[in-house]
């Protein structure tokens, strides 16, 4: 199977995964990215079914309503039960980075407000150690030098995403040559830095289930199972 066969396969996996709760009043948190795209094409399907979406990004955003599902704004909802999202790496504990797209700062919020994170991603994306895709740091503007100097101080090779402007005005930082062995440091670490907004480390506020495709299937992964 092809990494784009097991996206699909797990985004089909998601949606049987969350279809139980979905109601009339329900709202789906939604991620950012291809594994994400495949879900949102196929919750289109049930769109019937529940209320509407918040989005980790206007790219998101405007795919769902492309598919007419209503798009709501995050201050606008009191509960969200569910948000559903891909990764660019997970540890065994589903601590995650993500970034790859840019959409990290709302993704992470997004996270924050879910009472339940599913996480789907091909079986490419498992591994012992984070830190081989390059960790996103979205920065201010102005403080893109500083906050270069202070990641070559926390051992990390900056690089600057050329032509990358995030949905929020800022800029991203790639955090290459990391080997994160105590993720919730760095995570807390790199958001110390002054004209940090956040970095691509979900340690802290990892996935709860993950929906890994792999050649054999699509894996449900929790912690405790593990
Ligand atoms: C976007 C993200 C994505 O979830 C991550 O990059 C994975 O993308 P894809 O599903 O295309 O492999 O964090 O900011």
């Known amino acids: 199977m092809s990494q784009d066969q097991l996206k ?6 998601a949606l049987e995964y969350i279809r139980p709760r979905l109601e009339s009043d329900v709202i789906v948190g939604i991620g950012t990215g291809s594994t994400a ?56 504990r589903l601590q995650l980075i993500k970034g790859g797209g840019a959409a990290l700062t709302r993704e ?8 339940e994170f599913v996480c789907i991603a091909d079986e490419s994306k498992w591994v012992d150690v984070l830190g081989a895709f390059a960790l996103p740091v979205e920065v201010i503007p102005m403080a893109r030098s500083h906050v270069g100097r202070a ?14 402007t995030t949905d929020n005005g800022n800029i991203i930082i790639d955090c290459h ?17 002054v004209g940090v907004v956040t970095n691509g480390l979900f340690a802290r506020r990892p996935a709860d289930v993950l929906l890994l495709g792999t050649t054999s299937g699509v894996e449900e992964k929790r912690v405790s199972s593990i």
């Open 37 to 92: 795209n495949y879900f949102i094409d196929e919750l289109a399907q049930v769109k019937q079914f529940f209320d509407g979406a918040v989005a980790s990004s206007e790219a998101s955003a405007d795919r769902l309503k492309s598919h007419g599902i209503p798009v709501y704004d995050l201050n606008s909802i009191d509960r969200l039960s569910v948000y559903v999202d891909g990764a660019d790496e997970s540890n065994g």
């Open 177 to 193: 040559g990391l080997h994160i062995h105590d993720p919730e440091k760095l995570e807390s670490d790199i958001n110390q830095i």
């Open 8 to 13: 699909q396969a797990v985004a089909r996996a």
């Open 108 to 115: 992470k919020i997004v996270a924050a407000v879910a009472e």
């Open 151 to 164: 990641l070559v101080a926390l051992g990390a090779d900056p690089i600057y995403r050329q032509g990358v």
